[in-house]
């Protein structure tokens, strides 16, 4: 044994070949300051060997490396710049000294080598993968950028434009592509990884393979003349710029970082790479999307948690075959949990199998699934008229009308023709589950399951916990949507839950402003453009339907008389009057069509102007400032109020459904996030400024409270 740490060991394997092995303590190698310092006496112990041949990297996991420990990095984040620096010297000196050694060095990849992990196989001579080698480097996902040599590496060992592509979008990449591009030299079966790489390690000690030459490829500058720079720079920058925004300055700071080391050898380069990745350490985003990724983390683990606790979901039933009950269906056989459909006419029933084809041809026509792939997921979901068509199943979703009545009946029925055991949940989105659970035998298995339209894309399902539900209930009924590859969040029992409770004052804030004389589409361009909502409130109430907005917003009336009742008619009750229910019937805020492709189009229609004049003071620009702080606040006080009263558990939970369940802007980072970074006691002299605009604008004693004492939610 040439060295032996807690993460990592080296041994003498035959021919003076060593291998260093990856072996953490978790389930998963992960490049942290320990690792990294087990790394560095490895590497040390090799130097001081004599008359080795060649160096393998390996691990004894299934995956090689998957990046840094992500739950290091706020912490390292609020370090001085000058230990940062020092940092990340220390890890760029070890790379360097692995890939200085002097014998040919290679990487066995099985599984992920992602950021420092792919950062770390680019210091070796060559590389070997297997078919489950994905291999990228995924740091401006989180507002960052690679800071152990990815910048300088890749371009110079895949080209700059193609390793620009793979820093800018963050994603990793099959085993394939990497071996077409040369970040892998050969993909080869799985038990003769370390065959092939003692062999190549035995030809680059004879000659046979040149490892010096790829060496000094990763050390030199880049090999692009002026002309060729300028095309491929400026390119890049234009598609960043397009793609990215001005909210998310990573992908654009790896590129300029690409450009500015080009004509610089490793070591002058690694010290722009440093210099820059410090500086994106110190933005709000990189704090914002790594708060996420840590508060994605949290809520999996409290979903792990529910799994080991709960029977797992083997038959489903959904009740209500429309689009988002074929979408529930859809995604419930898609991840290999049959379902059953049952609606009362075959109409709906059709209805909701198109639904379920049209998303599977979809994957068809992109490639992602075969023709016998379908048909087992078609076949997966079993459409009935018949509640005998129920037997066997141990979860149902009801998602017929957002009705109490009609699904006060169906809920009786359905409890009436399943076990005593089966959980039923309600895919109701404000109506409260206490008051469904009246209808019920047994409510104590009965919870909310709220999904969101398009359920096959939007993360996020609402669990709702009624005042009579079960523990065992809610663990069952968060594992089946895990099993279904969702993102569960547990939420106490109020009208709107948690989501909708907390969207509906902000669509009361847009109101407040059209009756204020403030145009919708400057609205929308400012909440989009320089808040960062992917839709304005006016697209998207137009989106969500102005029917369901209006039946919504008087559900959430009715629920808190005194902070969203009304007073009079609103520019949503002058939509819904004249039937103006947005882009399912074309007339909305804006007039829906589609282009040629098929693609939706909106339009500002001068008639909605016209109509929203009767509801509205003489027109009136607003600072963005202003539009901004008069949307939001109305928001942020009522997520304020439902952590207050338990209506949410946590701050982690609160911002990762904001983000997951509407688009909440992520480089944000939730609104708790948010505020942290404002300052409460600057958020609470804010909203006072405005508070003459009602009850929605006046901020909990709780609030003023941590303000007050300069607390953080985090």
């Known amino acids: 044994m040439i060295y032996q740490g807690e993460a990592l060991s080296v041994q003498l394997l035959q021919d003076g070949i060593a291998e260093l092995s990856f072996d953490g303590k978790g389930s998963i190698n992960k490049l942290d300051r320990a ?48 230990r940062l620096d020092d940092w990340l010297s220390q890890a760029n000196r070890i790379f360097n000294r692995i890939e200085d050694l002097p014998f040919p060095t290679v990487s066995l990849v099985r599984g992920y080598a992602l950021g420092g992990g792919c950062e770390c196989i680019l210091a070796t001579d060559f590389r070997i993968g297997d078919v489950s080698a994905r291999i990228g480097l995924p740091e401006t996902k989180l507002g960052l950028m690679p800071g152990f040599g990815g910048t300088v590496r890749l371009p110079r060992l895949i080209g ?9 979008t963050g994603q990793d990449n099959k085993a394939d592509v990497c071996l077409a591009l040369g970040v892998l030299d050969a993909v080869v079966d799985t038990d003769k990884l370390q065959a ?24 030199a500058p880049l090999t692009l003349d002026k002309l060729e720079a300028a095309m491929s720079f400026n390119t890049a920058k234009g598609m960043v710029a397009a793609k990215a925004g001005p909210h998310y300055p990573a992908p654009m700071m790896a590129v300029t970082t690409i450009e500015a080391a080009a004509r610089l050898d490793r070591d002058q380069a690694l010290r722009i790479e440093q210099s820059n990745f410090i500086t994106l350490t110190q933005t709000s985003v990189a704090r914002a999307l790594v708060g996420i990724f840590l508060n ?18 083997r038959k489903a039933a959904v009740l209500g075959a429309g689009i988002m009950g074929g979408g529930i269906a859809y995604q419930s056989a898609v991840k290999g949990i049959p379902a059953v459909m049952k609606d009362i006419n075959d109409q709906a029933l059709t209805l909701g199998m198109n639904e379920a084809g049209k998303l599977l041809n979809k994957q068809l026509e992109r490639g992602k699934i075969d023709g016998t792939r379908l048909a087992t997921v078609l076949t997966g979901i079993t459409p009935t008229l018949s509640y005998d068509g129920l037997q066997g199943v141990d979860t149902v979703v009801e998602a017929v009308v957002e009705n109490p009545k009609v699904k006060a009946q169906v809920l009786a029925e359905v409890e009436a023709h399943v076990a005593d055991d089966t959980v039923i949940a309600s895919n109701t989105s404000t109506i409260p589950i206490s008051t469904l659970a009246k209808s019920l035998k047994r409510p104590e298995r009965f919870c909310g399951m709220h999904f969101f339209n398009p359920v096959h894309r939007m993360p996020l399902v609402e669990i709702i916990r009624g005042e009579q539900t079960s523990d065992d209930t809610i663990n069952r009924v968060v594992a089946y949507a895990a099993a279904m590859g969702k993102s569960p969040i547990v939420v106490n029992d109020c009208p709107g839950f948690f989501v909708n409770r ?16 403030a145009d919708f589409v400057q609205v929308d361009r400012v909440m989009e453009q320089q808040f960062g909502w992917p839709m304005g409130p006016a697209w998207l109430l137009d989106v969500v339907g102005i029917d369901t907005g209006h039946h919504a917003a008087a559900v959430m009336a009715d629920g808190f008389p005194e902070r969203m009742g009304k007073s009079g008619k609103d520019a949503i009750d002058v939509m819904y009057e004249q039937q103006r229910f947005g882009q399912k019937n074309g ?5 829906h069509r589609r282009d040629r492709k098929g693609k939706p189009v909106k339009e500002a229609d001068p008639e909605s102007h016209e109509l929203l004049a009767t509801v509205a003071g003489e027109r009136s620009d607003f600072e963005p400032d202003d539009i901004i702080a008069r949307m939001m606040i109305p928001m942020i006080n009522e997520v304020v109020l439902c952590l207050e009263e338990g209506i949410i558990d946590s701050p982690a939970e609160a ?21 942290d970074k404002m300052g409460l006691a600057a958020y609470v002299a804010l909203a006072d400024k405005f508070a003459h605009l009602g009850p929605l604008y006046h901020v909990s004693s709780g609030l003023r409270q941590m303000a007050a004492d300069n607390k953080t939610f985090y």
């Not at 700059?160 to 800018?168: K, P, R, V």
């Not at 969207?503 to 009756?515: D, K, R």
């Open 35 to 82: 690792t990294l310092l087990s790394l560095e006496q490895a590497v040390t112990a090799l130097e001081q060997t004599p008359d080795l041949n060649g160096l393998m990297l390996t691990s004894r996991k299934d995956a090689f490396i998957v990046g840094a420990d992500i739950t290091e990095f706020l912490d390292m984040f609020d370090l001085p710049q000058a």
């Open 160 to 168: 700059a434009d193609n390793a620009m592509e793979w820093i800018t």
């Open 196 to 219: 092939s790489a003692i062999q190549l390690l035995k030809d680059a000690a004879l000659g046979k393979q040149d490892w010096q030459a790829k060496r000094a490829q990763k050390t």
């Open 296 to 313: 994605d983390q949290f809520i999996k683990s409290k979903a792990k948690q529910a799994v080991r606790a709960a029977e797992p979901a």
């Open 502 to 517: 907390v969207l509906f004052p902000y669509f009361f804030g847009f109101n407040q402003l059209v009756a204020d004389g």
């Open 587 to 591: 007339k909305g805020f804006y007039d």
């Open 655 to 675: 911002d990762m459904a904001l983000v997951y369940g509407i688009g909440f802007p992520p480089f944000h980072g939730g609104v708790f996030r948010y505020l």
